[in-house]
């Protein structure tokens, strides 16, 4: 029962390099997310997405970049990184369907510091 | 735009004593309202709310809907210490967005 599975779990870069977060899920969900938390907040809608080939901005998508070319992966690009990317990442998704979906089911979260 | 606003930010009370949790939203296209907890890691479901006036319960946990007013509210009675998170209000739209979160520390 894998679920959400996000890699790596834990990341330092330093100013101006990029990386990219891994999300994979496998219980065939339609919709994903991904969310940033800082210290003390809540989570911000980075970007999602409905479908494979099918994305959108959330809140906060500056900074960052995605892509769905299949159901199971949703990667999350950091081009240039900044210290105010410092924070936590969380990958999620969902079933998608109407009227009622399912819950979101989270991974485990990524930590990334820049420095 | 979606919005969902949480109330307290937090919130410290004592072993046994009862707290309510507050959310109130805008969102286009509502689906349903979910509650979360979190301790220092993802986020666990807690409740997911569709249709007003119906209470959702699991143990010392109880949560109900108000679509006319756009509220939830989440009651923990009898409080204890592992209540102690970060309680988060969601609202499932077009997309999931998700409130600031209140804090509850529960003291021994």
């Known amino acids: 029962n894998a679920g959400v599975t996000q890699t790596p779990k834990f990341r330092i870069l330093k100013i101006g390099q990029s990386m990219t977060l891994q999300c994979t899920q496998d219980?065939?969900?339609?919709?994903m997310y991904w969310y940033r938390q800082d210290p003390g907040m809540g989570l911000k809608l980075i970007y999602y997405s409905v479908g494979a080939g099918i994305t959108d901005k959330g809140e906060v998508p500056n900074g960052y970049n995605v892509s769905r070319s299949t159901t199971e992966d949703f990667p999350l690009r950091l081009e240039l990184a900044a210290p105010s990317q410092t924070s936590v990442y969380f990958c999620a998704s969902s079933l998608g369907r109407r009227p009622m979906n399912t819950e979101a089911f989270f991974g485990q979260g990524t930590r990334l510091t820049v420095v | 735009e979606d919005k969902v606003v949480q109330s307290p930010l937090s919130l410290v009370v004592h072993e046994g004593d009862t707290v309510t949790l507050n959310c109130s939203y805008e969102v286009t296209n509502f689906r349903s309202l979910l509650w979360y907890k979190q301790e220092k890691k993802a986020p666990t479901f807690l409740f997911m709310l569709?249709?007003?006036?119906i209470e959702k319960k699991s143990g010392r946990l109880s949560s109900i809907l108000d679509k006319k007013e756009l509220f939830s509210i989440l009651n923990i009675t009898a409080t204890q210490t592992g209540d102690s998170a970060v309680y988060l209000c969601?609202?499932?739209?077009?997309?999931?967005?998700f409130g600031a979160g209140t804090i509850l520390r529960v003291k021994s």
């Open positions: 569709t249709s007003s006036g």
């Open positions: 219980m065939n969900h339609n919709y």
């Open positions: 969601a609202v499932d739209g077009n997309k999931l967005v």
